[in-house]
């Protein structure tokens, strides 16, 4: 059928009206839902974001810093190193070079700056990349605190909301303040204080135009421009600031071109090692108990210790030179890693060195050299330390380990892991009166092993504990000139079988009780706690400051069960103290984030023995460096009077010495950490004293201080070979200090007859 053209005309545009409208219906509903869609969007998307009214309390992540005595920074445990300051604070130029190579418009825009966003956009099209970044400062402040990093439409559009919110919330000077103490510089650096110090071990009042260029070119990408990483890449990064700078007219030409021809001085005096390590690990582990790991490493705290960072670093040095003058008496030599190894070389039970070559969750392969492997079991049920696998072992490390097995048809070695075969050390350094720890040492190297052998590590004393032994027998009636014969001794008892012998293996017939502790005679320590007991010689030595638990046997006398450097310290502290038991600590007082105290330390303080007691011990223990086996300490350093005892254990195993002037406790302890001996004739005289007297000679300011005699006291001339009275017949005379009541009233007969002799009660006296 044929329609005439005006009907059809009529109808074609009926068809275009009508599929106009259908169009117009379908933008319209598609707008409106699209409308709907961003407004519903931007609803939950504001119902999900943060307040950005929390920046009231502001309140970022704050290292924990760790003081000494004298209130010197020792460490920081942190996740982000910062300082808060105020915008005042915050040079000029440091501030203009910021908004200069970040945002210009800063103080004009609203929280986003539209003709950044089109710029970087346009640039972004024809360069066909997303190189361009177009966030203002209160844009990036908002990812910082409240988003992730992540690239997405999504993120963006909180981004610029959370901005918008920032703007309507607060100052432009109060956002830009909230800006320098979040950012990130690099390095660990987070806000610009921190920046200053790590870039430049500089205040940042001290940082000069080029240094604020540079630091404010870091922002963008921290890890790009780090003059640490790529000098030149930094340094085209701060003049491109510096350009940027002229531009915007906060500097001129002039000075813009006089900071580009500055060299880049980075911070000539990089971050140093923590000084006191064991004793900062120490601090640690009791904050952690008390408020947890994100209050050390979040919160801000401020910990002022009891640790004197001077004589923290001479504990150190004596620490090492002692460690290292040891293995050169008694070389330990450790069989390395060679290419042309055989499987006959290694011998089961032999400690070598091993290269790690792959870790899994369970098993740590090892190369010894040739084709011969080993396997190390790191699972929980096979590793026996009480650090993690991981402080310890590494792909590339060089490690020891013990041969437990053989596997002669695949070369394949089982081992195990061996903490340092070689020597190890600790040592403490207590302020007697009250038990503040002034200085602690833990090992070798805190690195290759954190254990820390001062607290954690238990240990026979050996004649060391002879102090807890002697201490008992003054307070129970015995006195320093009671005469026991030093000849062989035995207890034999129903299900008690014991032969004691002196380091010697001599005997020496009858000496005074002093000599005996003085020369450390074993024989006489055994015969002495028959008589007073194995339970007197127990309480005494846990009413004095050890913790641990003592076994009931004869041996204890001669130091047989396992205690700590720590508690062997704060034992002689309680004679040093005159009978006052102080509680060894190391926390002065903490402060929060906001300088408020939160903790501050009261001594334990408890009376335990008569001051006449101690006096005593005090005069008896003087006797070791003069005369004794403390002796060496003289030849280290040491010049001024002390009280002391060394030890030493089977075969030298463990050697110690413990001494006090009237105003030190230092304690120093040597051993391997598998238990063998250093050496069959290593004593606390050859190997502990050097290192004491080193140290406390380093350290005793007044060489001339004595110790006060308090209590009822006497002081009386004596025959050293009968203990009696002494006349003028007498070849061995001492003047000796009793408490009142225990002295001889009896004149020495071992001679002819004789005159009663007068002699000086000053005289040979540590007492003044």
């Not at 069959?680 to 380093?698: D, E």
């Not at 009793?738 to 001889?744: L, N, R, S």
């Amino acid at each position: 059928m044929h329609f005439p053209d005006n009907i059809y005309q009529k109808y074609m545009k009926q068809k275009r009206n009508n599929r106009s409208g259908r169009i117009a219906k379908i933008l319209i509903i598609s707008i409106s839902s699209l409308i709907g869609f961003t407004i519903g969007l931007l609803q939950v998307l504001t119902y999900e974001l943060p307040d950005p009214s929390v920046l009231e309390n502001y309140q970022p992540s704050l290292p924990t810093n760790i003081y000494d005595k004298d209130n010197r920074l020792i460490t920081s445990f942190y996740i982000e190193m910062r300082e808060i300051v105020n915008l005042s604070q915050i040079p000029d130029n440091l501030k203009y070079a910021t908004l200069a190579i970040e945002d210009k418009r800063f103080y004009s825009h609203w929280g986003i700056d539209p003709i950044r966003i089109v710029k970087a956009l346009w640039v972004d099209l024809i360069t066909w990349s997303r190189r361009q970044g177009a966030s203002t400062l209160t844009q990036q402040l908002a990812r910082d605190l409240f988003l992730t990093k992540e690239r997405t439409i999504l993120r963006k559009i909180k981004e610029i909301m959370l901005a918008l919110q920032i703007e309507r919330n607060y100052t432009k000077d109060e956002i830009l303040e909230f800006y320098f103490n979040q950012v990130y510089y690099g390095h660990g650096a987070h806000g610009a204080s921190a920046a200053a110090k790590v870039f430049f071990g500089k205040e940042l009042s001290e940082l000069t135009l080029d240094e604020c260029a540079l630091l404010a070119g870091l922002t963008r990408s921290p890890w790009a421009f780090s003059p640490f990483r790529d000098i030149e890449t930094a340094k085209k990064r701060r003049n491109l600031v510096l350009e940027m700078m002229v531009k915007n007219k906060f500097i001129t030409r002039e000075e813009a071109e006089e900071a580009k021809q500055k060299p880049i001085k980075l911070n000539p005096k990089p971050k140093e090692d923590d000084p006191a390590p064991y004793f900062t690990e120490y601090i640690r582990r009791q904050l952690e108990i008390k408020y947890g790991s994100s209050a050390i490493y979040r919160g801000g705290m401020n910990i002022y210790t009891t640790l004197d960072l001077d004589i923290q670093k001479k504990a150190n040095e004596a620490m090492l030179w002692g460690l290292e003058r040891t293995e050169e008496i008694y070389p330990y030599k450790i069989p390395g890693i060679k290419d042309n190894l055989k499987l006959s070389e290694i011998k089961r039970g032999q400690i070598r060195k091993a290269k790690v070559e792959k870790i899994t969750s369970s098993t740590c392969y090892v190369y010894f050299g040739g084709n011969i492997r080993g396997m190390m079991d790191i699972s929980y049920e096979g590793w026996a330390f009480d650090f993690a696998p991981e402080d310890v072992l590494e792909v590339g490390k060089v490690v020891y380990v013990k041969v437990n097995e053989i596997d002669k048809d695949n070369n394949m070695l089982r081992v195990s892991y061996e903490m340092r075969p070689f020597y190890q050390g600790a040592i403490i350094v207590l302020n007697p009166k009250d038990g503040a720890i002034l200085a602690m040492v833990g090992g070798a190297d805190f690195n290759e092993s954190p254990f820390n052998r001062s607290y954690q590590s238990k240990r026979q004393p050996g004649s060391s504990f002879k102090v807890f032994l002697y201490t008992a027998a003054i307070d129970n009636g015995f006195t320093p000139a009671d005469i026991v014969i030093d000849a062989p001794f035995a207890i034999d008892a129903p299900g008690i079988k014991w032969s004691p012998h002196n380091y010697s293996r001599k005997f020496s017939g009858p000496m005074t009780i002093r000599y005996a502790l003085e020369q450390s005679i074993n024989i006489i320590a055994a015969k002495t706690v028959d008589r007073i007991g194995i339970e007197t010689l127990a309480e005494y030595a846990h009413k004095m400051g050890i913790k641990s638990k003592l076994n009931p046997v004869y041996s204890l006398a001669l130091g047989s069960s396992d205690v700590t450097l720590l508690e062997m310290c704060a034992g002689y502290a309680t004679l040093a103290n005159y009978g006052v038991k102080s509680e060894p600590y190391a926390i002065r007082y903490i402060e929060d984030r906001d300088g408020n105290i939160i903790e501050h330390h009261i001594p334990q303080q408890e009376v335990v023995l008569p001051e006449a007691t101690c006096s005593v011990m005090i005069d008896m223990m003087t006797g070791v460096i003069e005369r004794g086996t403390g002796t060496t300490a003289k030849q280290y350093g040491f010049k001024g009077t002390a009280a002391a005892k060394t030890g030493t254990t089977e075969a030298g195993a463990d050697v110690w010495m413990i001494g006090f002037t009237p105003d030190l406790l230092c304690g120093v302890w040597v051993g391997r950490d598998d238990h063998n001996p250093i050496h069959y004739w290593a004593s606390g005289c050859s190997v502990a004293a050097p290192i004491w007297g080193r140290l406390m000679g380093s350290i005793t300011e007044d060489n001339n201080k004595t110790f006060e005699a308090r209590g009822n006291l006497v002081r009386v001339a004596i025959c050293e070979e009968s203990g009696l009275l002494a006349t003028n017949k007498c070849t061995k005379v001492k003047m000796e200090t009793f408490i009142a009541g225990t002295e001889p009233t009896r004149y020495c007969d071992m001679h002819e007859e004789h005159d009663f002799l007068d002699i000086d009660a000053s005289r040979s006296s540590p007492f003044p």
